[in-house]
């Protein structure tokens, strides 16, 4: 079955270490996404990439850092500067830019 | 500037009762609006879309969306609920100076939807 697999569902870090947060689709989709969700508030948009190797900065990028070496890949690394990593990382891509989001099932980062 | 906004954080239906979630929306243009559904630690799935066609979106699982431009709303409603219905719901609005970018998407707050037996 075709789908967005993130890893690891639940991931704990002590603050000041950086993590990395999986995220692999065999959609064959162009386009990836990295969200955060936060209690109340709707998603807010990391990264995106539209096409392999190339990736913009969303409304939040500061604290993170992405990379796009493979159709399939796009894994977020969440840095010790990012002052507040504890959310709900939601992965997400699509066919193109105009098309609608399929998304992972999410990974729950705690950072304390 | 676009914006989208969800008027009750949460409802609370008995199983066989309508559902009404109510959307509003700011937009200078025509937008594209979705409604998308969230289980509970679960990814965001696509219940229907409105793409300035028909006014009256069917989508999955039973739901429909009246788009009303006079009233800039886009209400998700279904006629009888179901307890598989009980979810986190979000409205979204994207910005069609973008071509209706995803990357330009905004999410409303959310409605959390709970279905009583």
């Known amino acids: 079955d075709g789908g967005i697999t993130q890893s690891p569902k639940y991931l704990f870090r002590k603050e000041g270490q950086n993590v990395t947060l999986s995220c692999e689709q065999n959609?064959?989709?162009?386009?990836m996404y990295w969200y955060r969700q936060d209690p109340g508030q709707g998603l807010r948009l990391i990264y995106y990439?539209?096409?392999?190797?190339?990736?913009q900065k969303g409304d939040i990028a500061e604290g993170y850092s992405v990379s796009r070496e493979k159709k399939e890949s796009f894994p977020l690394t969440v840095t010790s500067a990012q002052k507040n990593p504890t959310a709900f990382y939601l992965c997400?891509?699509?066919?193109?830019?105009?098309?609608?989001?399929?998304f992972g099932n999410g990974t729950r980062l705690t950072v304390t | 500037a676009q914006s989208v906004t969800q008027l009750d954080s949460h409802v609370s239906v008995s199983e066989g009762t309508p559902v009404l979630l109510r959307c509003n929306y700011s937009?200078?243009?025509?937008?594209?609006l979705f409604w998308y559904v969230q289980h509970p630690n679960k990814g965001l799935q696509l219940l229907l879309k409105?793409?300035?066609?028909?006014?009256l979106v069917k989508g999955i699982n039973g739901f429909e969306a009246e788009f009303k431009k006079s009233e800039t709303s886009f209400h998700l409603t279904k006629p009888s609920a179901h307890m598989s219905d009980a979810a986190e719901y979000f409205c979204?609005?994207?910005?069609?100076?973008?071509?209706?970018?995803?990357?330009?998407?905004?999410f409303g707050t959310g409605t959390l939807l709970a279905v009583q037996p």
């Open positions: 997400a891509s699509s066919i193109s830019t105009e098309s609608p989001l399929h």
């Open positions: 959609l064959n989709h162009d386009a």
């Open positions: 990439s539209q096409i392999v190797n190339d990736f």
């Open positions: 937009s200078s243009y025509s937008p594209s």
């Open positions: 409105y793409t300035s066609a028909a006014t």
């Open positions: 979204v609005v994207s910005d069609p100076r973008y071509g209706g970018a995803t990357n330009k998407l905004i």
